[in-house]
């Protein structure tokens, strides 16, 4: 005997179904202790601007809990990261210039 299927008006519900959910990394980039970063800071063409933005919000914010590059360059790898797939490719190439470009602007290149 073949199993039948349950249409979608008897499927149990989930418990989260109907909850708006949360989206932990927009929470971080929010709301995190590392950076107050300056808006759209990731959409710019020039990585040499991101690199300077990223240096100034990092050198500003009193709430970081490491050095500034360190939390410049984390902040950069997480957008990259949580970006993912959906990043397009051109701009995925102007934020792995603006690594390079953040090293330069703190000496450590």
Same mark, same amino acid.
């Not at 390079?100 to 703190?106: A, N």
């Given at each position: 005997?073949?199993?039948?299927?349950?249409?979608?008006? *008897? *499927?149990?519900?989930? &418990?989260?179904? $109907?909850? &708006?959910?949360?989206?932990?990394?927009?929470?971080?980039?929010?709301?995190?202790?590392?950076?107050?970063?300056?808006?759209?800071?990731?959409?710019?063409?020039?990585?040499?601007?991101?690199?300077?933005?990223?240096?100034?919000?990092?050198?500003?914010s009193k709430r970081r809990k490491s050095e500034p590059y360190r939390s410049a360059m984390s902040m950069l790898v997480f957008y990259i990261?949580?970006?993912?797939?959906?990043? &397009?490719? *051109?701009?995925?190439?102007?934020?792995?210039?603006?690594?390079?470009?953040?090293?330069?602007?703190? $000496?450590?290149?």
């Amino acid at each position: 005997m073949a199993a039948r299927k349950i249409s979608a008006a *008897r *499927r149990p519900k989930s &418990p989260r179904r $109907g909850t &708006p959910r949360k989206r932990w990394s927009q929470e971080v980039t929010g709301h995190s202790d590392a950076l107050d970063l300056e808006r759209s800071v990731f959409t710019l063409k020039d990585p040499r601007r991101i690199a300077l933005s990223l240096k100034r919000s990092a050198e500003a914010s009193k709430r970081r809990k490491s050095e500034p590059y360190r939390s410049a360059m984390s902040m950069l790898v997480f957008y990259i990261n949580r970006a993912g797939k959906g990043l &397009p490719k *051109r701009q995925a190439a102007v934020l792995e210039k603006a690594k390079d470009e953040l090293r330069k602007v703190f $000496g450590r290149a």
